[in-house]
């Protein structure tokens, strides 16, 4: 149990930017462009009103993407998700925003609620499943990058002593009699080439 709490919160921990960011430009959308109406809250009361929609944003993100996946399987097995699994992620959190939405901005703002209104509600709702899917998509192409550049430098590293071992062996030419030889490390021949019935090396 202790270590469950633990990888929970180094989960959290991990996510925790990414979900206060998202959270944090849904309250700054709705702040600035209103779009729903709210004139019988003050000011003050409005801030806390549309707080209210960023918590619970990240309400549903901590619960879908870290609570209930931890819950369910152990953690090593989570960086594994898969494509559908991370759409369902999606899904999920676009539905249950819609409706707590819905629900929050008729009980709480006593904002009746019309088809356009709902429609932009399910706009702003599409804001977090698609900035966890770019963020996936963008931490997937750094992890690939990261694997290729490590690959890289692995078989630099491979032909560099692949050349290092060939430079450093020797070879010996022996006169057609063989009364006459010469040995020479590779890395110190420079050409060899046909002079009629000779070989002229250069080194």
């Given at each position: 149990?202790?270590?469950?709490?633990?990888?929970?919160?180094?989960?959290?921990?991990?996510?925790?930017?990414?979900?206060?960011?998202?959270?944090?430009?849904?309250?700054?959308?709705?702040?600035?462009?209103?779009?729903?109406?709210?004139?019988?809250?003050?000011?003050?009361?409005?801030?806390?009103?549309?707080?209210?929609?960023?918590?619970?944003?990240?309400?549903?993100?901590?619960?879908?993407?870290?609570?209930?996946?931890?819950?369910?399987?152990?953690?090593?097995?989570?960086?594994?998700?898969?494509?559908?699994?991370?759409?369902?992620?999606?899904?999920?959190?676009?539905?249950?925003?819609?409706?707590?939405?819905?629900?929050?901005?008729?009980?709480?703002g006593s904002v009746n609620i019309s088809f356009f209104i709902a429609f932009k509600?399910?706009?702003?709702?599409?804001?977090?499943?698609?900035?966890?899917?770019?963020?996936?998509?963008?931490?997937?192409?750094?992890?690939?990058?990261?694997?290729?550049?490590?690959?890289?430098?692995?078989?630099?590293?491979q032909i560099e002593k692949y050349e290092e071992d060939n430079l450093n062996k020797?070879?010996?030419?022996?006169?057609?009699?063989?009364?006459?030889?010469?040995?020479?490390?590779?890395?110190?021949?420079?050409?060899?080439?046909?002079?009629?019935?000779?070989?002229?090396?250069?080194?």
């Amino acid at each position: 149990m202790k270590n469950r709490l633990n990888h929970l919160a180094q989960l959290l921990n991990e996510k925790l930017k990414l979900f206060l960011s998202i959270s944090f430009a849904v309250f700054l959308f709705i702040l600035f462009f209103q779009p729903f109406p709210l004139e019988k809250f003050d000011f003050n009361n409005r801030l806390l009103f549309v707080a209210g929609f960023g918590a619970i944003v990240f309400l549903f993100m901590f619960l879908i993407r870290i609570a209930i996946p931890s819950s369910i399987k152990k953690g090593n097995n989570m960086a594994n998700e898969s494509d559908l699994r991370s759409y369902f992620d999606g899904l999920l959190i676009l539905i249950l925003c819609s409706v707590a939405f819905t629900f929050y901005l008729r009980y709480v703002g006593s904002v009746n609620i019309s088809f356009f209104i709902a429609f932009k509600l399910v706009l702003i709702c599409l804001v977090p499943p698609v900035a966890l899917r770019l963020y996936g998509e963008y931490k997937e192409l750094v992890r690939q990058n990261e694997s290729l550049v490590s690959e890289r430098k692995m078989i630099q590293k491979q032909i560099e002593k692949y050349e290092e071992d060939n430079l450093n062996k020797s070879i010996e030419f022996i006169s057609e009699t063989g009364t006459d030889n010469l040995t020479l490390l590779i890395s110190e021949v420079i050409f060899i080439q046909s002079a009629d019935n000779y070989v002229e090396i250069a080194y």
